[in-house]
């Protein structure tokens, strides 16, 4: 079965380090922006399979052109085309918490569905949804966890404490401690706004005199980590690093967090600039292979 991958110019080079990865072609979608912001999409004529490659950070934006290219796709060619979308936007509304308020998941979990036979992502941000399959049950739905990768970016020797802001962040942490041998602490986290939070890491005297390295799934403003980093340092921590799975952070916020004492900052390339420097090809093209999306 031929398979392409399909890339936008924003993320060229990682598509084309997925097309590389899987020993498949690789195309551009042409976009065209007209004048009042409407978006036309092009593409080449399709393999059997299309693999389309798009994160969706800047959601609003990016979505629309997304669907419009897997139907392109299907006219030309693909029997089936395949959303690969490293950052998933839109999973954290799983629920109205206010009356009138749109369940963001579910709406686009359906549109998606909708448009593609299956997905595969990069730690969702889910809450309360245990599984994306629940999110679009009638699709092949396929969550990858970004914790080998992070763990294979930290040096174990000089024996860093990692730390996770919250405790959703133990599904990394814990992951990456295990397989390095090393100490983790767990924070508990209270958001208060878009970018104010209240966070309490009982056990940061643990980080006096070593490195400490804070993990988590998604750095958007760089409000949790900025604090993780003061109360570490704070308690004596020789240095901090963050890494995380993905970084939708402006370069404004990236230097505030550095301002705050964060020495580096690390995470994938699952979103185009930023500071994606730990290539995840390798890993999408290994789960596409074991899925049989691209032999
Ligand atoms: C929260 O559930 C996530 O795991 C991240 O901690 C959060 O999205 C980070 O947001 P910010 O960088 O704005 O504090």
């Known amino acids: ?28 979608v042409e976009v065209h922006s007209f004048p009042d912001g409407e978006s036309l999409v092009r593409v080449d004529t399709s393999p059997d399979t299309a693999l389309l490659y798009r994160s969706l950070d800047h959601p609003n934006a990016k979505m629309i052109e997304v669907l419009l290219a897997a139907a392109a796709l299907r006219d030309n060619g693909a029997a089936r085309v395949i959303f690969i979308v490293p950052y998933l936007a839109y999973m954290r509304q799983d629920a109205a918490f206010r009356a009138g308020e749109a369940v963001s998941q579910r709406v686009i979990g359906k549109l998606l569905a909708g448009s593609f036979d299956a997905l595969l992502t990069l730690d969702p941000h889910l809450h309360r949804t245990r599984s994306l399959a629940t999110v679009m049950p009638d699709i092949a739905a396929v969550a990858l966890s970004a914790a080998p990768a992070l763990g294979e970016a930290i040096d174990e020797s000089d024996d860093p404490l990692l730390v996770g802001p919250d405790g959703e962040a133990r599904q990394w942490v814990e992951r990456i401690a295990d397989r390095k041998r090393l100490e983790f602490v767990l924070g508990r986290k209270l958001r208060v706004g878009d970018r104010e939070v209240r966070l309490d890491i009982s056990d940061a005297e643990r980080a006096r005199g070593r490195k400490a390295i804070v993990v988590d799934d998604l750095i958007s403003t760089g409000a949790t980590l900025k604090v993780a980093a003061r109360l570490l340092l704070q308690a004596g921590a020789s240095s901090v690093e963050v890494l995380a799975t993905h970084c939708l952070a402006s370069a404004a916020d990236l230097e505030a967090l550095r301002a705050a004492g964060v020495d580096r900052i690390r995470a994938t390339d699952s979103v185009p600039g930023a500071v994606g420097i730990l290539p995840i090809a390798a890993v999408l093209a290994d789960a596409i292979r074991k899925q049989g999306w691209c032999l």
């Open 1 to 28: 079965m031929t398979c392409a991958v399909y890339g936008f110019p924003e993320q060229a080079e990682a598509s084309l380090r997925l097309a590389r990865s899987l020993g498949a072609a690789h195309f551009m």
